[in-house]
């Protein structure tokens, strides 16, 4: 069987898929991985061929790549972003160039995130099965299709496909979950082939040595992740976090991420460390709180680990990973001025400021039912199938006949 797998130029979007893709080279199948150029040497990096395909650009820089974002502010760069470039730019060209791959690579099956959208298109249009390893919280295409669905129909149109206003064939054949069914949105209609998976460790990552100096009291690590890391709200955040922190008796470990300056936060204290970057799997074993916007990967691997999290959001995904936590009593959320307070029950999340961050850690670190109700979403995690799984699954959709062509 030969699996083609698409990608968006992001760790975000990659590394999930990874280790699915790494199980169907461990039953002997043929693997690659349809990418931008530039994102080539992270696709060969994680042990796989890439097909150059679609816009060269990575995910890290978009802003570099789309400086007409750069003039929005956070809020409508988000939907600008989902619209224009996920579901727009980049999926009009990787649709292009998707269709050619398939004619001389003849893959078996596709497969990508939920924020892949031209993969559903390109199956439905040559009769492959399409497969979905999703990166966070289910949205159903109903749900999506008042944001992307001028953008997809037009997708639909150039592939000479009929209109599908409600987005039904978006999640194509099969759809994987690195979160368990309970993490999902209460009264979701989720899909009827739905699977939760288990989250594999990451792969080991030595700790850096500056580690050493920060144990012995409780470690928080605060990451706003790679990509709306940049913008003011995220340096707001950051420097709040500070202030609210440096006087607790606690190490901190801020991952500010690309194109932040660390010599713009000024000295810390010793218990404080401020990095671009360091591999959370270095990181994680050694702490008892996370904060984050809310991204996936993030919030995936400290629930796999049974940390609780405080999530801040900066945008529309990140926050449906904070009302999850928030309602499933893993962790608490804080919220920047008039950002998101409609998903939220009044008075029950902190504004975003020194003393919002200091209480509500205090909180998290303070009462052992924060770290309880992630230990137990842990061991959900832990009972659910691995990558393999999917292997098996594909296996008998194909064998199914599901294949049309």
Partial sequence: MRAL???????????????????FAAAGHDVAFAGARRFAPCIERAGFAALASGLDWLEAEA??????????DLAELELRFLQTVLAGAAAKAMCNDLLDICGWW??????????????????????????????????????????????????RELAQLELDGQLSKMHGDLYFSWFPRSYHLPGSSLPPS??????????????????????????????????????DEAT???????????????????????????ASYGPMPSHVKIVQFCPHAALLPHCDLVITQGGSATTRQALRRGLPVLCIPLNGEDVLHAMRCHALGIGRVILRPGAFANYFRRGTCASLSAEG??????????????????CRLAGEMAELPGPEHVVDAVRSLCAGGVRRR
């Avoid at 500056?210 to 690590?221: H, K």
Wanted: aromatic share 6%.
């Fill in 5 to 23: 797998f698409v990608t968006h130029p992001g760790a975000g979007h990659l590394d999930p898929m990874v280790p699915v893709a790494g199980a």
């Fill in 63 to 72: 802003l570099i790549s789309f400086p007409e974002l750069g003039q929005l």
């Fill in 106 to 155: 003849d893959p078996d099956v596709l497969i990508c995130n939920d924020f892949e959208f031209s993969t559903a298109v390109v199956a439905e249009r040559i009769g492959l099965p399409k497969v979905t390893v999703a990166l966070g919280v289910y949205l159903s295409g109903p749900a999506l299709s008042s944001v992307i669905g001028p953008a997809i129909a037009e997708l």
């Fill in 194 to 231: 739905f699977q939760g998976l288990r989250p594999p460790a990451s792969e080991p990552a030595d700790p850096p040595d500056w580690l050493e100096d920060l144990t012995g009291r409780p470690v928080v690590l605060a990451s706003l992740g790679t990509v709306f890391n940049r913008s």
């Fill in 236 to 262: 707001e955040i950051f420097r709040a976090i500070i202030a609210g922190l440096i006087d607790e008796p606690l190490s901190l470990i801020l991952t500010v991420g690309p194109g932040q300056d660390v």
């Fill in 357 to 374: 961050v200091r209480a509500t850690v205090r909180q998290l670190l303070g009462e052992p039912r924060f770290r309880d109700a992630a």
